[in-house]
């Protein structure tokens, strides 16, 4: 019954590589976010989408590249990974109340 | 200036007493206030919204508004060695976009 969830988990990677987060929500909601939490613990959007429409593109480097084939799917890819990409990755989703509602999270070390 | 700011902590409590936590976010226009609670290893987990000025219940924790002097707070009755956590205060601000304004977190230990 989980009701945001991502794969993987966990990923380790070596510079340069491109890699890939999946993220399914089986709550019905309309909207979907990617954040990154970096070592200090502070939440920083990256992007969102609204019934597969972008709607929140922060300023993130272009080697970041967001996916939504369907409303309970937003997939993140990641070129060129770099150590200062190592970071937890959070989905979230929501609906017109604002709430959000966060996946496990993926740790992703670059080495 | 930070959209919203929290006190990092830690706040240390001991187990049984009332823990608060505050809040300032700096747009006036902001509608929606919610307060996370993150675990050392996990994802945050919402535990109360608020949207109108006063207070809150739901359980153990009251979250409180007053938009006049731009601050949210949240109070922990009761406070036990689980609701050591962080403590995430997130702000919706004006318009229609989805975005929530996070704030770096208190760190709230509860001691037995």
């Known amino acids: 019954d989980t009701a945001v969830s991502q794969t993987p988990k966990y990923l380790v990677t070596q510079m340069g590589n491109d890699k890939s987060i999946k993220c399914e929500q089986n709550?019905?909601?309309?909207?979907m976010y990617w954040y990154k939490q970096d070592s200090k613990k502070f939440l920083k959007i990256m992007f969102s989408?609204?019934?597969?429409?972008?709607?929140i593109n922060e300023t993130v480097p272009n080697r970041f590249s967001p996916k939504s084939p369907d409303k309970a799917h937003l997939n993140l890819h990641i070129n060129s990974l770099e150590l200062g990409d190592s970071a937890v990755y959070f989905c979230a989703s929501s609906r017109t109340s604002y709430e959000q509602y966060f996946g496990p999270g993926t740790r992703l070390t670059v080495t | 200036q930070k959209e919203v700011e929290q006190n990092s902590g830690p706040l240390s409590v001991p187990e049984g007493a009332i823990a608060s936590l505050n809040c300032t976010y700096s747009?006036?226009?902001?509608?929606?206030f919610f307060w996370y609670r993150q675990y050392s290893g996990k994802s945050p987990e919402l535990i109360m919204f608020?949207?109108s000025n006063g207070d809150k219940e739901d359980g153990r924790f009251t979250a409180q508004l007053n938009k006049a002097s731009q601050y949210v707070s949240l109070l922990i009755r009761d406070s036990q060695p689980s609701d050591s956590a962080t403590y995430l205060c997130?702000?919706?601000?004006?318009?229609?976009?989805?975005?929530?304004?996070w704030g770096l977190g208190t760190s709230l230990a509860v001691n037995p």
């Open positions: 997130a702000v919706k601000g004006a318009g229609n976009n989805r975005k929530l304004i």
């Open positions: 747009d006036r226009g902001s509608q929606s």
């Open positions: 709550l019905g909601h309309d909207t």
């Open positions: 989408y609204n019934n597969k429409e972008l709607i």
């Open positions: 608020i949207y």
